[in-house]
């Protein structure tokens, strides 16, 4: 059954690339309303491949970006795809060797690449399922089993349709299984089923102070200014160990397992070559914590955007009206994101001095999520993936949050498992970003694999 499909992969490879490119070529920003349109049109393309591959597939409105829903196949385990069309905004355009939306194959020393905006993160990520799904219609004539197609357009600005549309729609996207693909390999060698993911929790926090911007000369002195109360508010929020001091932060943090920690330091992660590949030398973590440790399973609080007064070029001697900063945090084991968000707001107006105010806006709220490994699904997807790639599969966690994977389980009742192709180098939200033609390629091969081993 699955040796002719992995040869109709190898064969077709060229047009899935094409296919793929069609899709980059769609600026589908879905944070941008501007770019409303593109989303439209990227949810269009998609219900178009889906129907000519045999799917019923259909384009759900929303009161933002549309979500795509394609089902298809026969069988007693039914299985749901998720992956979303959307994809970051390009800026700082002027960082990009070639337009963000004029997708192309490039030869690189690590070999061929697919370079354009949404390469790796999620549009490549989400064709290797499609094509892989292509391909076993094209020699079997049908599916291994039931599969639904779910993606979305609106992941990277903090999904606000996800919850009504998935309460709305359970009958239409409930299935055994979900399937997850917007993760890293582990390396290049070594395929991951990701098993833990962090949670996110997003502030913006403006702080007045005067009522309009000042003159640095006539005012300061007498005038507070408000950049000075954010800074000192930045500022406190770690210790010196790099511990966030937000109260109670900590609560639902839960240490290692022992088996757990013995299983990622078999990974062999050189956290000397992660931070220098970015141009850095030195873990900035909680003291006396490793990097994979700090990054899978601890929690952070990191600065994400910061504003007051001119920034502009030159020099103005202004003292300014408001100053501003978009704050994350990234959230592990049991920590409750709405707690966080009171403690943090609690502790934030307690060092607001009493003449400035402090206005807050959220930017979406999602727990970590850990995976249900005992399901022997997980199994017979890492050796599926194990006889694909030169490396047997590793159990990973990651950095990154999709809060849909929670989702699935809290309103669903259905377990994710979570396996993609990425790798660290792909320059995912940055500019010049890009997919490896191997991880299209092998991708692709490992989902028809799984899917023989899994439906
Ligand atoms: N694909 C990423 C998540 C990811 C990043 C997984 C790196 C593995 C490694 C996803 O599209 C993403 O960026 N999610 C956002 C969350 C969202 C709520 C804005 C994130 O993690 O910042
Ligand atoms: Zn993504």
């Not at 999520?369 to 990973?396: C, I, Y």
Request: charged fraction near 25%.
């Amino acid at each position: 059954m699955l040796d002719p499909v992995l040869a109709r992969i190898d064969a077709d490879l060229p047009q899935a690339i094409q296919r793929l490119l069609a899709l980059l070529r769609i600026p589908s920003i879905s944070t941008d309303r501007i770019h409303a349109p593109d989303c439209e049109a990227a949810a269009d393309w998609l219900v178009q491949d889906l129907t000519d591959m045999g799917f019923r597939a259909e384009k759900h409105p929303t009161t933002g970006r549309p979500m795509v829903v394609g089902t298809a196949g026969e069988g007693r385990r039914h299985l749901l795809f998720y992956g979303h069309y959307d994809v970051q905004p390009v800026d700082p355009l002027a960082l990009w060797d070639r337009p963000p939306f004029l997708p192309e194959v490039q030869d690189t020393a690590e070999g061929k690449v697919i370079r354009g905006r949404g390469a790796a993160d999620d549009k490549g990520q989400l064709m290797t399922f499609v094509e892989a799904c292509r391909a076993w219609i094209a020699v079997h004539h049908k599916l291994p089993g039931r599969i639904t197609m779910f993606f979305e357009g609106e992941e990277e600005s903090g999904s606000p349709s996800l919850i009504p549309f998935m309460e709305a729609h359970k009958d239409l996207l409930r299935a055994d299984l979900a399937l997850i693909c917007d993760t890293d390999l582990f390396d290049r060698d070594t395929p991951a089923v990701t098993t833990m993911l962090r949670g996110l929790l997003g502030e913006e926090v403006i702080i007045t102070g005067p009522r309009m911007d000042l003159h640095s000369g006539m005012y300061g002195g007498a005038a507070m200014n408000p950049a000075r109360v954010l800074a000192r508010i930045i500022s406190a929020l770690h210790d010196e160990n790099g511990r966030v001091t937000v109260p109670d932060f900590y609560d639902g943090v839960e240490e290692l397992s022992p088996e757990l920690r013995a299983q990622w330091d078999g990974l062999g992660f050189d956290q000397t070559s992660f931070l220098r590949d970015v141009g850095l030398s030195i873990p900035a973590g909680e003291s006396g914590r490793g990097v994979l440790e700090s990054i899978w399973a601890r929690p952070t609080c990191e600065v994400n955007g910061l504003s007051s007064g001119y920034a502009g070029e030159g020099f103005k001697t202004v003292l300014p009206s408001k100053a501003m900063a978009k704050i994350s945090f990234r959230l592990v084991g049991q920590q409750v994101p709405h707690r966080i968000r009171e403690a943090f707001r609690a502790m934030v107006r307690s060092m607001v001095p009493p003449d400035c105010q402090v206005e807050f806006k959220e930017h979406g709220a999602s727990p970590a999520s850990v995976m249900a490994t005992n399901d022997p699904a997980f199994e017979m997807a890492r050796q599926a993936l194990s006889d694909e790639w030169p490396r047997a599969a590793a159990f990973t966690g990651s950095g990154g949050s999709i809060p849909v994977a929670g989702y699935f389980k809290t309103i669903l009742g259905m377990d994710s498992m979570l396996i993609g192709f990425g790798n660290d180098d792909d320059l995912i939200h940055s500019p010049n970003e890009k997919y490896d033609v191997r991880s299209f390629h092998k991708g692709m091969r490992s989902w028809a694999r799984i899917l023989a081993a899994l439906a």
